[in-house]
């Protein structure tokens, strides 16, 4: 993430560098933290920020990025960052849903630009990045019967035609 060969351990808006020097026990190994983005909520509070993480360089940059999600205690929200600038790449508005899925990025739409989507309680929501302001913009969203909002999903094209398909586990709440 930082541009070195070392080991790296993401969470969230931190980003920690692995030093393993004994395989036998944890005596002499260390985390170290390389990188670090401080996150605040539109109304100023500071995001609890370990939360679900994916790496994928989201600007097209050549650069590998991070996006997760950032909680308090009533909202949260989607964030991307590059860990090498510590910058904010892009972010969504807060949102209330009590639990989110992973974030899953892919090309969804065949457009350019990469989607970051993930399940919500009893919705399935897919944002676009917007690099004039910053932020992620929502591009759809679909009503789905899960309401744990927990589900993962994920992409594959089935028939090779080129058009990805999203699939998601059934939750077994209903």
């Known amino acids: ?49 370990d939360g679900k993480t994916t790496v994928v360089d989201i600007n097209q940059d050549g650069k590998l990025d991070i996006v997760f999600v950032a909680s308090s205690t009533k909202v949260r929200k989607i964030i991307a960052w ?32 990469l989607e970051v989507s993930l399940i919500v309680n009893y919705l399935l929501l897919s944002y676009k990045p917007n690099p004039a302001t910053k932020k992620f913009d929502l591009a759809y969203q679909l009503s789905i019967a899960d309401r744990s909002g927990a589900t993962g999903i994920t992409l594959f094209d089935f028939n090779q035609d080129s058009v990805v398909h999203l699939l998601r586990g059934k939750s077994g709440s209903k």
């Open 1 to 49: 993430m930082i541009g070195d060969s070392q080991l790296e351990l993401i969470a969230g808006s931190e980003v920690y560098s692995v030093d393993i020097t004994n395989t036998e026990n944890s005596s002499g190994n260390k985390l170290t933290r390389v990188a670090k983005l401080n996150a605040t909520f539109d109304d100023g509070v500071t995001a609890i920020n």
């Open 82 to 113: 590059n860990a090498e600038s510590e910058e904010l790449l892009f972010e969504t508005p807060n949102f209330t849903y009590d639990n989110t899925g992973i974030p899953l990025i892919g090309n969804i739409d065949k457009t350019p630009d």
